[in-house]
Structure formats: structure tokens, C-alpha cells
């Protein structure tokens, strides 16, 4: 386990630093932050001087240097369009958007596993075929719509459910959060549905895959002529070690969800990550695009390793060093 957190973290270190650069640099081009912090018959000597008071007047190198020495201190400047630590905005936002990312995990989960194992184990029954089918739509059918039909469904016709915002929530030191509280859980079913669909339908094809493979393996073979049941045999043996690859997936969507659910924040207005930075791209708020970039590289680097760590709790010989 140490060998592999001592890897990972050092595989690490050069892929922060290449991002950090990567995102610096890119967002120097998108825009002029001065031109939206001052009004249009603003004087030349008034941009002048506030460039120089942001800093943007010294050369790219020396502002991602300033900015890369701050980050090691855990400071990333100030955001041009709010005035405020850009640490403390993303912090607080990051509770909308795990609130939203962990639930559609493990709906995933929760649904995506059973479904996939019955689809492996009964491929001919007609409820094999109506996951599978509804699999294939979950995939196909974009997100932003999946949410506007939602939204049209339960908020407009029906009214049960609320269609954008975060609703009441509740503060826990620095967190916040609306799981305890009834209007926030109502706020949070259709965003929840809208990236949880998604998830379920590849959990259900990729645990399906992974099962139908294990069942033609050697050992599979060996334990149907030992007489096990099929269903010892399928949960007990197949399933082990078919959901390696579902762990490892499903980390990686997490991040991908914490990182990009920018679509379905903005449809449902929920104050998260992804809204934010797509109002600070609007503003060429480059602190901030910076920083966020710079925090998603981290965050992927601690969902790799945290999935290499539980592989290998899962299945010990993946953490033994190969013989040379």
C-alpha cells in the first residue's frame, strides 16, 4: 500500500505542475478582465493603473510563478470579479457540487450492480432486455435535455418537485449542506436523476460485460463442475472479480462529475463548481479558471489513488511488486 501511495503521489507532481502551466497560460487569451472591472469611458490612465494593481502588466511567466508560489501556500490570489479569496469561493461552492456527485454514484451503484448482475446471469429473460434497452437510452440521451424534460415533468406539470437552486440548507463548520433538511433533498432528486441516469445505464453494461467474461474463466468452469450453485458461484466468485474494473470506473466518474457538471448545474441553477466557472470564464476571471483547473488535476490524482488503494484491498496481489 505505501509503495503504491509513494508512486502515485509522485506520478503526481509533475501533472500539477504541467496543468497549473497549461491553465495559466491558456487563460490569458480568453479575455480582458480590466475591460469588465471598469466602465466603458473608463481613461486610458485608469486601465493602466489597475492592470498594475492586478499585476497583469508583468510578464505571463512572472505572474504563473506568483501564482504557483502562492498555491503552495494554499493561496490562488484574488478572483477579479468578486474581490475575494479564490480558496474561499471554491470552498464554497465544492459542497454544492459533491452533494451532487456522490448520491449519483451511488444510485449508480445501488441500481447499476443488481441490474447488471441479472442481465449477466438471465441474458435471454425480458427484464435483461429492458435494462439493457434503458441502458442504451440513459447513454444516448444528452444530459441538458434529460434535465429540461425533468424540469418540464415534475415542476412544471406536476409540481412536486422544485426546478433550480440548492434550497435550505444546513452549516457544519465550513460544509454545508441541504441532506438534512427536507427542502434541500427535494432540490436535489431532479439533479440527482439528471447525472445519475447516466451513470446507472454504464454501470449496468459494464458490470454485465465484466460478468459475462468471469463466467468463461477458468475458475468459473472449475466451480460449475465442483457442483456450487450458480448464484454462490456468480455473487460469491464472479462478481469479485468483475467489480475491479466498476471501481475504477466509477472513481473516475466522481471526478468527472465533480469536474464537469457544468451542463447540469447551469439547467437546474445549482451553485456548484461548474456554474462558477463558467460565470468566471464569461468574466475572465483568470485566478480563478487557474485555481480550478489546478484543484481538479488534484482532485483526480487523489481519486486515482484512493481507486488503487481499494483495488488492492479488494484483491491483494495487485499491490505485490512484479518479479523482474
Request: aromatic fraction near 8%.
Given at each position: 500500500?505505501?509503495?503504491?501511495?509513494?508512486?502515485?503521489?509522485?506520478?503526481?507532481?509533475?501533472?500539477?505542475?504541467?496543468?497549473?502551466?497549461?491553465?495559466?497560460?491558456?487563460?490569458?487569451?480568453?479575455?480582458?478582465?480590466?475591460?469588465?472591472?471598469?466602465?466603458?469611458?473608463?481613461?486610458?490612465?485608469?486601465?493602466?493603473?489597475?492592470?498594475?494593481?492586478?499585476?497583469?502588466?508583468?510578464?505571463?511567466?512572472?505572474?504563473?510563478?506568483?501564482?504557483?508560489?502562492?498555491?503552495?501556500?494554499?493561496?490562488?490570489?484574488?478572483?477579479?470579479?468578486?474581490?475575494?479569496?479564490?480558496?474561499?469561493?471554491?470552498?464554497?461552492?465544492?459542497?454544492?457540487?459533491?452533494e451532487l456527485a456522490?448520491?449519483?454514484?451511488?444510485?449508480?451503484?445501488?441500481?447499476?450492480?443488481?441490474?447488471?448482475?441479472?442481465?449477466?446471469?438471465?441474458?435471454?429473460?425480458?427484464?435483461?432486455?429492458?435494462?439493457?434497452?434503458?441502458?442504451?437510452?440513459?447513454?444516448?440521451?444528452?444530459?441538458?435535455?434529460?434535465?429540461?424534460?425533468?424540469?418540464?415533468?415534475?415542476?412544471?406539470?406536476?409540481?412536486?418537485?422544485?426546478?433550480?437552486?440548492?434550497?435550505?440548507?444546513?452549516?457544519?463548520?465550513?460544509?454545508?449542506?441541504?441532506?438534512?433538511?427536507?427542502?434541500?433533498?427535494?432540490?436535489?432528486?431532479?439533479?440527482?436523476?439528471?447525472?445519475?441516469?447516466?451513470?446507472?445505464?454504464?454501470?449496468?453494461?459494464?458490470?454485465?460485460?465484466?460478468?459475462?467474461?468471469?463466467?468463461?474463466?477458468?475458475?468459473?468452469?472449475?466451480?460449475?463442475?465442483?457442483?456450487?450453485?450458480?448464484?454462490r458461484l456468480l455473487?460469491?466468485?464472479?462478481?469479485?472479480?468483475?467489480?475491479?474494473?466498476?471501481?475504477?470506473?466509477?472513481?473516475?466518474?466522481?471526478?468527472?462529475?465533480?469536474?464537469?457538471?457544468?451542463?447540469?448545474?447551469?439547467?437546474?441553477?445549482?451553485?456548484?463548481?461548474?456554474?462558477?466557472?463558467?460565470?468566471?470564464?464569461?468574466?475572465?476571471?483568470?485566478?480563478?479558471?487557474?485555481?480550478?483547473?489546478?484543484?481538479?488535476?488534484?482532485?483526480?490524482?487523489?481519486?486515482?489513488?484512493?481507486?488503487?488503494?481499494?483495488?488492492?484491498?479488494?484483491?491483494?496481489?495487485?499491490?505485490?511488486?512484479?518479479?523482474?
Amino acid at each position: 500500500m505505501l509503495r503504491i501511495f509513494l508512486s502515485r503521489l509522485l506520478q503526481g507532481i509533475p501533472v500539477l505542475l504541467v496543468v497549473s502551466a497549461a491553465a495559466f497560460g491558456l487563460f490569458q487569451f480568453i479575455g480582458d478582465p480590466v475591460s469588465q472591472m471598469l466602465p466603458p469611458d473608463a481613461s486610458v490612465e485608469d486601465r493602466e493603473a489597475l492592470t498594475a494593481a492586478l499585476g497583469l502588466a508583468d510578464p505571463v511567466i512572472v505572474q504563473y510563478l506568483r501564482f504557483l508560489g502562492n498555491a503552495l501556500t494554499g493561496d490562488f490570489g484574488m478572483s477579479l470579479r468578486h474581490g475575494a479569496p479564490v480558496a474561499d469561493l471554491l470552498m464554497e461552492r465544492l459542497p454544492a457540487t459533491v452533494e451532487l456527485a456522490l448520491p449519483a454514484v451511488l444510485v449508480a451503484l445501488i441500481l447499476g450492480i443488481p441490474m447488471g448482475v441479472f442481465c449477466a446471469a438471465r441474458p435471454k429473460s425480458l427484464f435483461s432486455k429492458l435494462f439493457l434497452g434503458g441502458s442504451l437510452l440513459g447513454m444516448s440521451l444528452p444530459t441538458f435535455l434529460l434535465g429540461i424534460f425533468l424540469i418540464l415533468g415534475f415542476s412544471v406539470e406536476l409540481g412536486l418537485l422544485p426546478a433550480f437552486g440548492r434550497g435550505e440548507v444546513t452549516r457544519i463548520g465550513f460544509w454545508s449542506t441541504g441532506l438534512l433538511t427536507a427542502d434541500g433533498l427535494r432540490h436535489l432528486v431532479l439533479p440527482v436523476m439528471t447525472l445519475g441516469l447516466f451513470q446507472t445505464a454504464l454501470v449496468v453494461r459494464l458490470v454485465r460485460g465484466e460478468m459475462l467474461e468471469v463466467s468463461e474463466r477458468d475458475f468459473m468452469k472449475f466451480g460449475r463442475a465442483r457442483g456450487l450453485s450458480p448464484a454462490r458461484l456468480l455473487l460469491r466468485h464472479g462478481l469479485k472479480n468483475a467489480i475491479l474494473p466498476v471501481v475504477a470506473v466509477m472513481g473516475l466518474q466522481f471526478g468527472e462529475i465533480v469536474a464537469f457538471s457544468m451542463v447540469t448545474e447551469t439547467v437546474f441553477q445549482w451553485p456548484g463548481l461548474g456554474l462558477f466557472f463558467l460565470q468566471s470564464v464569461q468574466f475572465a476571471d483568470v485566478p480563478v479558471l487557474a485555481a480550478y483547473l489546478t484543484f481538479i488535476a488534484l482532485l483526480f490524482l487523489l481519486i486515482n489513488l484512493a481507486v488503487d488503494l481499494t483495488i488492492a484491498a479488494i484483491d491483494p496481489r495487485l499491490a505485490r511488486p512484479r518479479a523482474a
